[in-house]
């Protein structure tokens, strides 16, 4: 999948492009789990990074996971180069230096770029999240609440840390199933498949049709909630009967 090319800018003018020191640092701190991804976005609110540009000729993208995101037809122009996350998901794939892009592809042309320049212009395409350095060394996938804010040059105040969610989320999740009375009991745990998990004890003896009908009421409920849908970049339900 192709983009529209970034317009370019003189900011970096002097840029060598080798990797800021600081974002290394917290990249590593990642990576050896000293730190936590938000102190990469915290580090990127500041940062420059690399946004690959390639042919539209080229019809691929490769992500991280080998996946690829189609480019559309070629007329000799050039755009912004997405990948697939393996969720599916499309990403603005981003690098810290010339070197982490060459190892991705060696033919895409690197145009630097303010970090949160990036994520505005991934939002407005609306290419859920972004991956920092996808073919290493250390590969690091950016949220999609993180995403938007650094779009919006705000602090990013991650769902889950360290296994443990945010109260203010969990209490955002209660609130908004308070009204759904098939809904007995409601848990909020970090997720395995997703980054929230809401553990449900329902009502027992509900037949297949009202179940249907108890989840769709369950996810309109919790798409409604601006801390949930703001906050947390993925959701499982998982169910109890009571």
């Known amino acids: 999948m192709i983009g529209r090319e970034l317009p370019p800018t003189s900011a970096f003018a002097g840029d060598d492009g ?21 102190d990469v976005v915290r ?14 000729a080229e019809r ?3 992500g991280s996971d080998g996946e690829h995101a189609q480019a559309g037809d070629s007329r000799g122009s050039t755009g912004i180069a997405a990948i697939l996350t393996p969720d599916g998901r499309t990403a ?26 990036a994520a505005l212009s991934a939002v407005e395409e ?9 073919a290493g060394p250390v590969a690091l996938l950016i949220p ?21 969610v945010d109260p203010s989320v969990a209490r955002a999740v209660a609130g908004a199933l308070a009204t759904v009375r098939e809904v007995v009991e409601v848990q909020v745990t970090a997720g395995g498949r997703a980054e929230v998990a809401v553990v449900l004890t ?19 409920a919790l ?11 993925s959701l499982e339900l998982r169910l109890r009967s009571g």
């Open 92 to 117: 603005l794939p981003v690098f810290s230096s010339v070197g982490t892009m060459a190892a991705w592809r060696g033919d895409a042309r690197p145009v630097p770029a303010e970090a949160p320049r």
């Open 43 to 56: 580090v990127l609110a500041r940062a420059r990074v690399l946004v690959p540009v390639v042919a539209h």
């Open 60 to 62: 691929a993208a490769r």
């Open 144 to 164: 999609r609440p993180a995403v938007w804010a650094l779009a919006q040059q705000q602090e990013w105040v991650p769902a889950v840390v360290a296994d443990v």
């Open 223 to 233: 798409a409604a909630r601006d801390v949930i849908s703001q906050r947390v970049d």
């Open 202 to 220: 329902l009502r027992a003896g509900l037949r297949q049709v009202d179940l249907d009908l108890v989840l769709e009421r369950v996810g309109a």
């Open 18 to 38: 080798r990797v800021d020191p600081t974002l290394s640092a917290a990249v590593a701190g990642v990576a050896d789990g000293t730190r936590g991804l938000a």
């Open 126 to 134: 609306g290419w859920e999240v972004m991956v920092l350095d996808p």
